[in-house]
């Protein structure tokens, strides 16, 4: 199908690993692709290369791949220009530089590194906190260089008048001309500074609207003049708000986790980490849970709020509990299985498992917690909590005991609704309450005071372990 929206793009640093800020940057945009029938493009910014690693830009796609964001264009993929590294199209970035100093958008300045702290040095002296180039070289043409010297290539900013744009998320923003400098396009090196790197970027791979973090307020008028210089369409920029923690400070690991992939090892789902990351600055009415669906038909840029977002790990916790209850139980075994204890990972099959998740999921947060709650139906012996063991299995205990365990291997049906309907009966014949045999039966099963409902469990376990483990739970009852 032709794509016919917006074309977007993700660009992260390879420089460590992908905060969830980055990640949420990467959802709105590639939301706004599936919304728009638009194309979303990943662009790995590599320029850094003492702080790129390929373990990084390996991050990169793991998480990508994990939060099962497919992007149309970029490494791994292609597209008619792709991959894209921006250490792969140096000999491009030349090219545009060359074309802004021809036209007179920019020029080469040979000034040196130490005529250059001279100066920073002397306006500090002067009381300006602020080095301003002082633009030596801004007027100087090809009769003035200097034989193989370095120089960087500077932007000849206008000093008069203002550059703004609407934006689509903030609205209205205004620079005045004169904030503005003479910066630094391309290196001695021939390696792009970010404002220069990302604008030839995004005019080569005609992207129509930019959404990224607010702290790229500050670069959107120099990236302006840029697209300006180069006889470029102005694409749309949407600035979208910090990310914080509870206490308003900037989100750091004192928090909570960071990394998307410290939320997909604490057992998150990839789709309850994109929900809540969406409607950290973006809202929907009070609709707190969204299927991975629903937020590619719903979400808008008019709804993108202009603040600062909260992190809020309980919200956090019971949007993921929404999302894994709303799972089937055969659903789950493909994930809750490598959370399993090594010893038992292999043990049960899909469908003994699926079964045992339908016992707990409702009690569980996490995948991690799942794990740990079906765990009991899969150990022999199930790991025990003495103190549960030393209040529950004692000798005034093992009548009750034994005479469930003669009803039970009395029993042909072990579903769960026979095993209820039986039992009450049972129950009644021996002028019982359930109450008076459901915890001693409990901890001989489980080794746990707590577990799901009895009867349900029983369906789990099967008839030969229930009784195997009520003998056991008997032996230890009477000391």
């Known amino acids: 199908m032709t794509k016919t929206g917006d074309r977007v793009r993700f660009a992260p640093s390879p420089t460590g690993f992908l905060h969830i800020g980055g990640v949420r940057t990467a959802l709105y945009n590639w939301l706004w692709a599936k919304r728009t029938n638009g194309t979303f493009i ?83 002296q002067s009381g300006n906190p602020y080095f301003k180039y002082p633009g030596w070289w801004r007027d100087k043409g090809p009769k003035d260089w200097p034989d193989s010297k370095p120089y960087v290539v500077r ?43 990302a604008v030839v970027d995004d005019v080569t791979m005609g992207i129509t609207l930019v959404a990224r973090g607010d702290d790229h307020v500050v670069n959107t008028p120099v990236q302006i003049l840029l697209y300006e210089a180069l006889g470029a369409a102005v694409p749309k920029f949407a600035h979208l708000p910090m990310i914080l923690g509870q206490d308003g400070q900037k989100l750091s690991k004192r928090h909570a986790a960071v990394s998307v992939t410290e939320w997909r090892d604490a057992g998150y789902l990839p789709d309850a980490v994109l929900n809540y990351l969406a409607r950290l600055g973006w809202s929907h009415g009070d609709q707190e849970v969204f299927t991975r669906e629903e937020l590619c038909r719903l979400f808008d840029w ?105 009803h039970f291997a009395a029993q042909s049906d072990f579903s769960r609704a026979a095993l209820e309907a039986a039992t009450t009966t049972w129950l009644a014949e021996k002028g019982l309450e359930l109450k008076h045999v459901a915890q001693p039966a409990r901890v001989a099963l489980t080794g746990k005071a ?27 009852a009477r000391g």
């Open 42 to 124: 990943l662009r790995i910014e590599d320029t850094d290369r003492e702080r790129s690693t390929q373990a990084s830009v390996q991050a990169i796609f793991d998480s990508m791949k994990w939060c099962e964001m497919d992007w149309d264009e970029g490494p791994l993929v292609g597209g008619p220009n792709g991959p894209y590294f921006q250490t792969e199209r140096l000999e491009l970035y030349k090219q545009f530089a060359d074309r802004l100093i021809d036209r007179g958008f920019a020029y080469r300045c040979y000034a040196t590194k130490e005529e250059l702290d001279a100066e920073r040095e002397r306006q500090k």
């Open 155 to 197: 932007l000849k900013a206008p000093k008069s008048g203002s550059t703004g744009w609407n934006d689509v998320v903030k609205g209205r923003i205004d620079v005045p001309n004169d904030q503005q400098q003479d910066v630094v396009l391309v290196r001695g090196d021939g390696v792009p500074l970010y404002n220069f790197g």
């Open 302 to 406: 008019e709804h993108c709020g202009s603040n600062a977002a909260k992190f809020d790990l309980k919200k956090f916790a019971f949007v993921q509990a929404s999302h894994l209850r709303a799972r089937s139980d055969a659903e789950l075994v493909e994930w809750v299985r490598p959370f399993l204890a090594e010893e038992i990972r292999g043990v049960p099959s899909d469908e003994h498992l699926a079964l045992a998740l339908g016992t707990v999921k409702t009690r569980a947060t996490t995948l991690v917690e799942a794990a740990q709650l079906v765990d009991f139906y899969f150990r022999e012996p199930p790991a025990e909590d003495e103190k549960a063991v030393a209040k529950f299995l004692v000798p005034e205990n093992v009548a009750h005991l034994e005479g469930l365990r003669v």
């Open 450 to 476: 707590q577990s799901p409902g009895l009867y349900e469990m029983l369906e789990v376990l099967g008839k030969e372990r229930t009784l195997a483990r009520l003998d056991r739970g008997i032996a230890r």
